[in-house]
């Protein structure tokens, strides 16, 4: 099922009735997922993901925008007519009920026509109850379940009525790091078994790049950028976007174009084709460095860490907006450093141009 | 080990003593009194040793009386001073505006003197010289009898007593079940809400078992107050109960410590072991029901 939003915008009266602004929570979103995609909605806290996908579930009516399944406009049904499933941050499995019985309740509310007979809604959780593999839980409370395994249950809550869409809040938040790698593998797998169109909220980019089909990056109400993974980290629409994704995170410089020179600090990085004199911020991928003797970009060696595969260099540059830069090298290049000095070659597609007061990405070419 | 033993018992002396003292040696010593025949607490003396005390209590009318007072305030009041509390609670907790004046005026019988709320209920129901009483008037608005609440027959009186301890009791429960109510999680009501859980289904199937730890105390704690229900019929019928005929346990035992008929600890005693008796039972019971009974579904009843 096809999920459109939009213009979809929602504010929210300010909780200091003093204060008479609202806080837009949504501002103004127009996005497609496209039928049994997995998208991620990405962005650090408090920049309204959850709102999205409450307003997607219809727990929130928007202020304003059209909420589409398919070609239904579901804007103004509730919620159980929308046919969504949500598996909340903490779960909210009823703690006084087995897995099973959990599982049931959404079954055991249908009226009419799609009442379901006892037997019926016994096989179809036993149904959801296999496809997260939890066969042998389903008598257990949730107090008496891991946090993996609860989260398979709401999972299995979620898809029992086998929604048109599949919504989840942060669902791996409470899970520890290597469970955590474990579930969003098992999550992908029953995604795509069931081919439910699913959103996905996340403040973890890495967790979002490794899920997606299509990631939506979002900041203060507003998408900043929508598409596959790999094509949002290779040209990132503005700093922000850039800054939010990859781990090591891009290192940041202040720089100039002059002449059609691109200078950072005292350092002539790069010339530029038609592009006119302006000041901007210069991003560089970790991975964007290339240990040269005689490269143009002159560093303070602080360090070098090795770790498995990598290795990580550790250095300063007046420059830099941060106070270290690091950047990634593969472990059998020697850095060639002699008296604490460091020097670089940079990779043109590692490097970003944005503009200074827009933070806005700025094309151009090396020559 | 050990050594941290001998420490725990030190730092618990202090209250096991004033324990021992206060609580634990009146209660062996009400034991004891209880079987021994007309003791005397001036001379210290003693008939004899026995069941007496209890056969007189049980074959008393007064105490026979001030048994089946007691039950029937306790069988009338705690179930519907409970069910009607968790009403009030739920209408109050869905409630936006005024919320908070709302609570205060349920909870201001709580913070008033039993004898002012006893003063009022006497404008509301004694028959004076003057006046029948508001809610005579009421009933006579209605082409109905007056009828004497405070001196006559004694369904009526049964009838304002019980009102008034669920009056009583009520702001307390109210109090607790609101904040009860307050403190489930609404993630598990948007969840229902996902679902289309009808509103009935989610209080049975989700609020009730949530809040279900919070009724159990109070019935328990309810079923115990009752029992030992005093001064509230004091406050409306006043000290001599027994000629009113809406003695209670506890009154049946204060009567025979100190009351006119009073000067009779063995008889008290007896008595107040007695209802000791009743209570532990009934709690007991409820204990058991709580633990055997699925959480939830034995609720406000
Ligand atoms: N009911 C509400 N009333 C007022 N403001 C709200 C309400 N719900 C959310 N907000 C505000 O809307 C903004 C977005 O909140 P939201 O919960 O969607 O953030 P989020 O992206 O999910 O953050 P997190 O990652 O921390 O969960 C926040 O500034 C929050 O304070
Ligand atoms: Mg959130």
């Known amino acids: 099922m096809k999920v459109r939003l939009e213009h979809l915008t929602k504010r929210f009266p300010n909780s200091n009735r003093k204060i008479k602004t609202e806080v837009t929570a949504v501002d103004d979103v127009t996005l497609e997922i496209p039928d049994g995609q997995l998208a991620v909605l990405l962005g650090p806290s408090g920049c309204g993901k959850s709102t999205a996908l409450n307003l997607i579930c219809g727990l929130e009516k928007p202020t304003e925008g059209r909420i589409y399944f398919g070609d239904d406009d579901v804007t103004d049904l509730a919620p159980e007519n929308r046919g969504v499933g949500l598996v909340f941050q903490n779960y909210a499995l009823y703690p006084h009920m087995t897995a099973l019985q959990n599982i049931l309740f959404p079954l055991q509310n249908l009226k009419g026509e799609a009442k379901l007979s006892r037997e019926q809604m016994t096989e179809k959780a036993m149904e959801a109850a296999k496809l997260v593999q939890i066969e042998e839980l389903l008598d257990r409370k949730p107090g008496q379940m891991s946090g993996g395994q609860q989260q398979r249950v709401a999972i299995a809550r979620a898809l029992v009525k086998m929604p048109r869409v599949l919504l989840l809040d942060e669902p791996l938040s409470n899970l520890d790091a290597r469970l955590r790698l474990q579930t969003r593998e098992e999550l992908r797998r029953i995604q795509r078994e069931t081919g439910i169109t699913t959103v996905f909220v996340t403040h973890d980019q890495e967790e979002a790049m490794s899920i997606s089909d299509m990631m939506v990056v979002m900041r203060k109400g507003a998408v900043h950028q929508t598409g596959k993974p790999q094509e949002i980290y290779d040209e990132p629409v503005d700093l922000f976007v850039a800054k939010f994704l990859g781990t090591p995170p891009i290192n940041v410089f202040e720089g100039k174009v002059r002449g059609g020179v691109l200078t950072v600090g005292a350092d002539a990085v790069m010339e530029l084709e038609d592009t006119p004199d302006r000041d901007v911020w210069v991003g560089i991928r970790p991975e964007g460095f290339i240990p040269d003797v005689g490269g143009p970009l002159r560093c303070g060696l602080v360090g070098v860490e090795v770790m498995g595969r990598d290795t990580t260099v550790v250095a300063t540059h007046p420059a830099c907006a941060a106070d270290n830069l690091r950047a990634i090298i593969s472990a059998d290049t020697g850095i060639g450093s002699s008296a604490g000095e460091v020097r670089f070659a940079l990779k043109r597609e590692k490097l970003f141009l944005f503009d200074k007061e827009t933070e806005e990405r700025v094309p151009f070419r090396a020559r | ?301």
């Open chain 2, 1 to 301: 080990m050990k050594q941290s033993d001998l420490k725990a018992w030190l730092y618990l002396l202090p209250a096991i003593l004033f324990l021992g003292i206060f609580m634990v040696y009146p209660l062996i010593d009400v034991f004891i009194y209880s079987f021994e025949e007309g003791y005397n607490s001036a001379s210290q003396t003693v008939y004899g040793v026995g069941w007496y005390n209890y056969s007189y209590v049980l074959h008393d009318p007064y105490f026979l009386q001030a048994v089946k007072n007691t039950f029937i305030i306790v069988l009338i009041t705690v179930p519907l001073s409970t069910g009607l509390a968790l009403l009030i609670s739920v209408g109050l907790s869905s409630v936006k505006p005024l919320k908070d004046l709302y609570q205060t005026v349920f909870f201001l019988p709580y913070v008033t003197n039993t004898l002012a709320v006893g003063l009022v209920f006497m404008i509301l129901f004694k028959k004076t010289a003057y006046t029948d009483g508001m809610v005579n008037l009421l009933i006579n608005q209605f082409g109905g009898e007056s009828v004497d609440f405070i001196d006559g027959p004694y369904w009526a009186k049964m009838f304002i007593m019980c009102f008034y301890t669920i009056w009583v009791v009520m702001p307390f429960k109210i109090l607790i079940l609101t904040s009860a109510l307050a403190s489930v999680d609404k993630t598990y009501y948007n969840a229902a809400k996902i679902d289309g859980t009808p509103r009935w289904r989610v209080f049975t199937r989700i609020t009730l078992p949530m809040i279900s730890p919070m009724i159990f105390y109070l019935v328990i704690t309810g079923f115990i107050g009752a029992f030992k229900a005093y001064s509230d019929e004091v406050a409306l019928f006043g000290t001599n109960l027994n000629a009113a005929g809406m003695n209670t346990i506890v009154g049946y035992v204060y009567d025979m410590l100190y009351g006119d008929s009073g000067g009779y600890p063995s008889y008290a005693s007896a008595a107040a072991l007695i209802l000791f008796s009743i209570v532990l039972t009934i709690t007991c019971v409820n204990l058991l029901v709580t633990r055997r009974g699925r959480p939830g579904y034995a609720g406000a009843r």
